[in-house]
């Protein structure tokens, strides 16, 4: 080994120096103006000695130094011999070399210093506010709900983490979201991966935590990371809700977020509302109804009058909310037996505009006799089903299918995608037939004879980018309201989307329902975000054990085509063993926001059904 040589050790050291920024780079040019102003100052005594008049001493030639450096314009002032000339304008122009360095060594460290602050780098000083880590496109629907739901509280704060421009976000969040009204934004640059990011968001006292799921590539690594992340963060761990892509990833995503993190699995929740969907026609606005902070929300009550009564005599002791099930100890029911008593430690699951809003009623419901209709429940009859192109899902959704229908129903599918139909087994009660099959192509699509299935199941490719797979999607819808009007065939057509823009353009084809799945899954992390306690209700609402969310014929439960309190609709679903939370009105089918959905009217006001229109009720298949 050669040996170091003391130049290389100075150089070294020098090196090191220099690289700790601008303070460093100024400090060494503070030790060369030092350098310079005293060799100038003793190079005057030397050469000019007694100049100017007046300064002989060494300190008063130290300062005129100093100020020749300092300000080279000086030079243009002064008078004496060649000797001192020469030396005060060398002085001078050393002092032009440093103070143009100083000028930009500021001028650079400033920047830096401004940058730093654009990027978003400093500590948030908040409290109770809400944190979303990550960026997808549900973030857009997150804040906005956030937004709704915080309006009444002041000084909420949203904070928002990814590994984005800070000025971007803000840009493109106020850009999709619009007003904020009373809540402040606030973004920061950071990995949500790492704990020294993570420290810049104040979380011990946040109020709640969002995760969200990236776009790209194996997603559900990057939020079991970021789980990972929060859970060996020291000090207190508010609530964490993380949406997760695959099911398979939800044991190992508990496993790193601990006890405190509840997971969203998006797959499952979306290819529910799909399946529920298509055999209900307005499930999906129902459910986005229930999800968003508009006018319907679901809240939990504890009343102390309502102890001892039971769950039918509850359905009508709020005037201003809908009652739908009981928070028991035991965990949550919806729609429960009707002589189902109320305990002391039962919380009341009620849907209503605002929990400011809710009352209990006074005297007995304005019920109307003689409009109650009593007609049978319909026997489960097999069923025809189409399921148009294939992705990810599919096979999920299909399964979920087969645990709807009765024995002997057929699915079709018809797509040209290479895994269509594959991992299929044990099936119970359906027959699924593959056939390849351009869903854009009209010729191609006459010839699976639409006409002869109840039900068609438009899924988004994912083999394409989800721009792209949604053109195509509407390009299939065209094609099968063309061929409905021209043929004159009836079938319900439900349709799975991506881009929430693209709901206006999917308007013009008249489906029955579109489902937007990454709107939905925002919507239920904003839900969740503000109250995790909602989580076993939606968690119950989507699944296909017990009571669940049906538009059932109107003539079903009151007669059609007279005036009746939404009491009397109440009263009739009760004796069928149901709960009626609002009705359809299928004239404003195709008319947005609510499409024609009416959730927990006024009990005494009266509407007038048709024989088209649908009561929307919690019930047994």
Same mark, same amino acid.
């Given at each position: 080994?050669?040996?170091?040589?003391?130049?290389?050790?100075?150089?070294?050291?020098?090196?090191n120096?220099?690289?700790?920024?601008?303070?460093?780079?100024?400090?060494?040019?503070?030790?060369?103006?030092?350098?310079?102003?005293?060799?100038?100052?003793?190079?005057?005594?030397?050469?000019?000695?007694?100049?100017?008049?007046?300064?002989?001493?060494?300190?008063?030639?130290?300062?005129?130094?100093?100020?020749?450096?300092?300000?080279?314009?000086?030079?243009?002032?002064?008078?004496?011999?060649?000797?001192?000339?020469?030396?005060?304008?060398?002085g001078?122009?050393?002092?032009?070399?440093?103070?143009?360095?100083?000028?930009?060594?500021?001028?650079?460290?400033?920047?830096?210093?401004?940058?730093?602050?654009?990027r978003g780098?400093?500590?948030?000083?908040?409290?109770?506010?809400?944190?979303?880590?990550?960026?997808?496109?549900?973030?857009?629907?997150?804040?906005?709900?956030?937004?709704?739901?915080?309006?009444?509280?002041?000084?909420?704060?949203?904070?928002?983490?990814?590994?984005?421009?800070?000025?971007?976000?803000?840009?493109?969040i106020?850009?999709?979201?619009?007003?904020?009204?009373?809540?402040?934004?606030?973004?920061r640059?950071?990995?949500?991966?790492?704990?020294?990011?993570?420290?810049?968001?104040?979380?011990?006292?946040?109020?709640?935590?969002?995760?969200?799921?990236?776009?790209?590539?194996?997603?559900?690594?990057?939020?079991i990371?970021?789980?990972?992340?929060? &859970?060996?963060?020291?000090?207190?761990?508010?609530?964490?809700?993380?949406?997760?892509?695959?099911?398979?990833?939800? &044991?190992?995503?508990?496993?790193?977020?601990?006890?405190?993190?509840?997971?969203?699995?998006?797959?499952?929740?979306?290819?529910?509302?799909?399946?529920?969907?298509?055999?209900?026609?307005?499930?999906?606005?129902?459910?986005?109804d229930l999800?968003?902070?508009?006018?319907?929300e679901?809240?939990?009550?504890?009343?102390?009058?309502?102890?001892?009564r039971?769950?039918?005599?509850?359905?009508?002791?709020?005037?201003?909310?809908?009652?739908?099930?009981?928070?028991?100890?035991?965990?949550?029911?919806?729609?429960?037996?009707?002589?189902?008593?109320?305990?002391?430690?039962?919380?009341?699951?009620?849907?209503?505009?605002?929990?400011?809003?809710?009352?209990?009623?006074?005297g007995?419901?304005?019920?109307?006799?003689?409009?109650?209709?009593?007609?049978?429940?319909?026997?489960l009859?097999?069923?025809?089903?189409?399921?148009?192109?294939?992705?990810?899902?599919?096979?999920?959704?299909?399964?979920?299918?087969?645990?709807?229908?009765?024995?002997?129903?057929v699915?079709?599918?018809?797509?040209?995608?290479?895994?269509?139909?594959?991992?299929?087994?044990?099936?119970?009660?359906?027959?699924?037939?593959v056939?390849?099959? =351009?869903?854009?192509d009209?010729?191609?699509?006459?010839?699976?004879?639409?006409?002869?299935?109840q039900?068609?199941?438009?899924?988004?490719? =994912?083999r394409?980018?989800?721009?792209?797979?949604d053109?195509?999607?509407?390009?299939?819808?065209?094609?099968?309201?063309?061929?409905?009007?021209?043929?004159?065939?009836?079938?319900?057509?439900?349709?799975?989307?991506?881009?929430e823009?693209?709901?206006a353009?999917?308007?013009?084809?008249?489906?029955?329902?579109?489902?937007?799945?990454?709107?939905?899954?925002?919507?239920l992390?904003?839900?969740?975000?503000?109250?995790?306690?909602?989580?076993?209700?939606?968690?119950?609402?989507?699944?296909?054990?017990?009571?669940?969310?049906?538009?059932?014929?109107?003539?079903?439960?009151?007669?059609?085509?007279?005036?009746?309190?939404?009491?009397?609709?109440?009263?009739?679903?009760?004796?069928?063993?149901?709960?009626?939370?609002?009705?359809?009105?299928?004239?404003?089918?195709?008319?947005?926001?609510?499409?024609?959905?009416?959730?927990?009217?006024?009990?005494?006001?009266?509407?007038?059904?048709?024989?088209?229109?649908?009561?929307?009720?919690?019930?047994?298949?």
């Amino acid at each position: 080994m050669s040996r170091v040589t003391l130049r290389e050790r100075a150089r070294y050291w020098f090196d090191n120096t220099m690289s700790k920024g601008t303070a460093s780079l100024i400090g060494w040019l503070a030790v060369v103006s030092v350098a310079l102003i005293v060799v100038i100052a003793a190079m005057t005594l030397l050469f000019a000695p007694n100049e100017p008049e007046g300064a002989s001493a060494p300190g008063e030639v130290l300062w005129i130094s100093l100020m020749h450096a300092l300000t080279p314009s000086k030079l243009a002032s002064d008078k004496g011999s060649l000797g001192y000339m020469i030396v005060m304008f060398a002085g001078s122009l050393g002092g032009l070399f440093i103070v143009s360095m100083l000028v930009g060594l500021i001028s650079n460290g400033l920047k830096q210093q401004v940058d730093l602050l654009r990027r978003g780098r400093s500590r948030i000083v908040e409290s109770g506010h809400t944190v979303v880590l990550g960026w997808s496109d549900q973030v857009f629907t997150i804040v906005a709900e956030l937004v709704k739901a915080q309006a009444s509280r002041p000084r909420s704060v949203i904070a928002v983490m990814a590994e984005r421009d800070k000025l971007a976000m803000e840009e493109e969040i106020r850009e999709h979201v619009g007003d904020l009204g009373k809540t402040r934004l606030v973004c920061r640059t950071g990995r949500p991966t790492e704990p020294h990011d993570l420290a810049l968001l104040n979380l011990e006292t946040a109020r709640s935590i969002v995760v969200l799921s990236p776009e790209g590539e194996d997603p559900d690594a990057h939020v079991i990371k970021i789980l990972l992340a929060l &859970a060996k963060r020291e000090g207190a761990h508010p609530p964490v809700v993380a949406a997760l892509a695959s099911s398979r990833n939800i &044991a190992a995503a508990r496993l790193a977020g601990g006890p405190d993190v509840h997971l969203v699995d998006s797959d499952d929740t979306a290819s529910r509302l799909i399946v529920q969907s298509s055999r209900q026609s307005g499930m999906s606005v129902v459910c986005m109804d229930l999800l968003n902070f508009d006018d319907g929300e679901i809240y939990l009550r504890s009343d102390a009058a309502l102890t001892g009564r039971t769950y039918g005599e509850v359905l009508h002791a709020y005037q201003t909310a809908a009652v739908i099930g009981l928070r028991r100890p035991a965990g949550i029911v919806l729609n429960p037996a009707m002589d189902t008593v109320v305990g002391a430690d039962d919380q009341v699951i009620v849907i209503a505009h605002d929990d400011s809003h809710i009352r209990l009623a006074g005297g007995k419901p304005a019920v109307d006799e003689s409009a109650v209709v009593a007609a049978a429940r319909a026997k489960l009859q097999p069923e025809r089903t189409l399921l148009l192109n294939w992705n990810g899902r599919a096979e999920q959704i299909i399964r979920y299918l087969d645990g709807y229908v009765a024995p002997g129903s057929v699915l079709e599918v018809a797509a040209d995608h290479p895994k269509a139909g594959t991992n299929l087994t044990g099936l119970r009660n359906l027959t699924v037939n593959v056939k390849e099959c =351009d869903t854009t192509d009209r010729f191609a699509l006459e010839s699976l004879g639409v006409g002869l299935f109840q039900h068609v199941i438009v899924l988004s490719d =994912d083999r394409f980018n989800v721009h792209h797979a949604d053109t195509r999607t509407l390009m299939t819808l065209l094609q099968l309201r063309d061929m409905q009007s021209v043929l004159g065939e009836q079938y319900s057509i439900v349709s799975e989307m991506h881009d929430e823009n693209n709901r206006a353009l999917a308007e013009v084809t008249e489906a029955d329902d579109i489902v937007i799945s990454d709107t939905v899954i925002g919507l239920l992390l904003a839900q969740l975000a503000e109250n995790r306690h909602l989580a076993d209700v939606f968690g119950y609402l989507f699944d296909s054990h017990g009571s669940e969310i049906y538009p059932r014929p109107a003539a079903n439960y009151v007669r059609t085509g007279t005036p009746v309190t939404f009491s009397t609709i109440i009263e009739a679903a009760r004796r069928r063993g149901e709960t009626a939370i609002g009705y359809r009105d299928a004239s404003a089918r195709n008319v947005p926001p609510h499409y024609g959905i009416v959730l927990n009217p006024s009990k005494s006001g009266t509407v007038t059904l048709g024989q088209t229109d649908s009561v929307i009720v919690l019930a047994e298949r």
